[in-house]
């Protein structure tokens, strides 16, 4: 990858022979996450070229770390261990310190997302390289901002496939001040001026006014008890006002990315066979809330009998004038876009897209 800047902005621009992923480079450009670049795309006979818009941003490698940036770090990592979400292959991703970028303006790193087809058709946070991770979080700047305990935890949340228990510390690294600022202020120095000059005052009159000594004395004590008590409240009510905006955000569906946004519900969704099914295509419309992909005529809506598909192999439910599959199977031979689907998660699917129930594929058609 090098580095081009010109008249049009600045670009990371690297080469690619292989086939690009049209789903992927929708949803990079779309800004579905504030942390990928935006990539352009330009084909020729011999090769296909990807260049990264990294206009007005700093290569991390040329900054210093502050607690502000900490927060920008656990929110890009929080897209990363999101991607699967998305089916990004995040086996794909750039961990390299050249080519990760901060954005000063709004307090946020960007990274690299290749919209190529990869290697493996898995898109488990466990696909990333565990040697490039550990090497890229304990360069220099992500050294400061993260504790050493925070960068094993990390790396063993994400190479352990763990995308939970690594949400959860992703969001209390974004609530916690760095190291260098671990003892948070909970009283200011205009406080402590006060309380120390009621301390002052009860040494001098100690000799002369044994009372006022005592109650200068309780009352120092007491404005240091209050403001103690009052500032630890008022940081804690914004820590718990931060995880209240992470909650929310993690609600987002795909593409509804404004609060406002608003679809057309549709009206059915038909799932169309590409390989034929006990003779003849299958051509199915789904109208109900939830319907079931499967071998058992029992147990499916829609029945394959075949060895590949398992008794209930897919769930496809409607919600909010949109539809979401769900791998069900016992083999997790289930693939959207020819990328392997996370047993017991929704993803939402889009007319157009390809889904694979075993050894079977369905072009989706959804009719408005």
Same mark, same amino acid.
């Given at each position: ?31 579905v ?29 040329c ?6 940036m ?22 794909l991703?750039?961990f ?31 696909? *990333? @390289?565990? &040697? #490039? +991770? ?8 992500? !050294?400061?901002?993260? /504790? ?10 994400i ?13 209390r ?13 909970? *009283? @200011?120095? &205009? #406080? +402590?001026?006060i ?6 005052? !009860?040494?001098?009159? /100690? ?37 209240l ?18 679809v057309? /519900? ?14 003849d ?46 791998d069900?199977?016992?083999?997790n ?36």
């Open positions: 990858m090098e580095i081009r800047k010109g008249p049009f902005g600045q670009f990371a621009v690297e080469t690619t022979s292989k086939k690009i992923y049209k789903y992927a480079a929708e949803i990079i450009n779309r800004s996450s504030t942390s990928f670049l935006p990539v352009y795309i330009n084909r020729s006979s011999e090769y296909t070229e990807l260049a990264y818009d990294f206009s007005g941003m700093t290569q991390i490698r900054i210093s770390g502050t607690h502000e900490r927060k920008a770090a656990a929110d890009l990592f929080l897209s990363i261990i999101r991607c699967p979400d998305l089916l990004l292959p995040t086996s991703i750039h390299d310190e050249d080519y990760i970028f901060y954005d000063k303006e709004n307090n946020s790193f960007h990274i690299c997302v290749p919209p190529i087809l990869p290697d493996s058709n898995d898109s488990a946070i466990s696909t *990333i @390289d565990g &040697k #490039q +991770l550990e090497s890229f979080l304990n360069n220099s700047l992500f !050294a400061q901002l993260l /504790s050493r305990d925070e960068i094993d935890e990390l790396c063993s949340c190479l352990t496939n763990n995308d939970d228990k690594a949400e959860a510390l992703l969001i690294i974004k609530n916690t001040p760095m190291e260098v600022k671990a003892e948070e202020k909970f *009283i @200011d120095s &205009k #406080q +402590l001026s309380t120390c000059c009621l301390g002052i005052l !009860a040494l001098i009159a /100690s000799p002369t006014s044994p009372l006022v000594a005592i109650l200068s004395s309780i009352g120092g004590l007491g404005l240091l008890g209050y403001y103690l008590l009052k500032n630890k409240t008022n940081y804690l009510t914004q820590s718990d006002k931060i995880k905006d992470n909650i929310k955000e993690r609600k987002e569906v795909l593409f509804n990315t404004e609060e406002n946004y608003q057309d /519900s549709p009206g059915y969704l038909v799932l169309k066979s590409k390989q034929k099914v006990a003779g295509y299958l051509n199915k419309a789904i109208y109900t809330d939830m319907t079931t992909i499967g071998s058992d005529c029992f147990l499916s809506d829609i029945c394959i009998d075949s060895k590949s598909v398992s008794s209930i192999h897919m769930q496809i439910t409607v919600k909010g004038g949109s539809y979401y599959a769900t069900k199977s016992s083999n031979e289930s693939y959207i876009e020819n990328i392997r689907m996370i047993p017991y998660k929704e993803y939402e699917i889009k007319n157009g897209q390809v889904l694979r129930c075993g050894d079977f594929d369905f072009d989706i058609c959804i009719e408005y």
